[in-house]
Nanobody, 120 residues
Framework: VQLQASGGGLVQAGGSLRLSCVVS????????MAWYRQAPDKQRELVAT???????NYEDSVPGRFTIAGDFAKRKVYLQMNSLLPEDTAVYYC???????????????WGQGAQVTVSS
């Protein structure tokens, strides 16, 4: 299972960015996909999650500004980020929770991270 994120960059406060992530590999089913972020000197935190049945969940500070969308058929997940704030500056990681065919236990895999920097 491999995840490849793209779309990070530098943006001014109030601007927008869209992160994308594609999951590759064989022999598994994706149950959920998510975006996490880790700011300097802080712990990694969950930003948003989307499940294979379409439910979404967001970290408290981002609803209304960030939107997660998952295309499970294409194994892609997106994070549309609007009205960005300097405190949104972080490395953003995509993550996928999968089950291997014939097994029920869930495993989580991570992408390499995409830097998002919001200037004031």
């Amino acid at each position: 299972v491999q995840l490849q994120a793209s779309g990070g960059g530098l943006v001014q406060a109030g601007g927008s960015l869209r992160l994308s992530c594609v999951v590759s590999g064989t022999g598994f089913t994706i149950k959920s996909m998510a975006w996490y972020r880790q700011a300097p000197d802080k712990q990694r935190e969950l930003v948003a999650t989307v499940t294979d049945i379409g439910t979404t969940n967001y970290e408290d500070s981002v609803p209304g500004r960030f939107t997660i969308a998952g295309d499970f058929a294409k194994r892609k997940v997106y994070l549309q980020m609007n009205s960005l704030l300097p405190e949104d500056t972080a490395v953003y990681y995509c993550s996928a929770e999968i089950t291997r065919w014939g097994r029920s236990n869930r495993l989580r895999y991570w992408g390499q991270g995409a830097q998002v920097t919001v200037s004031s």
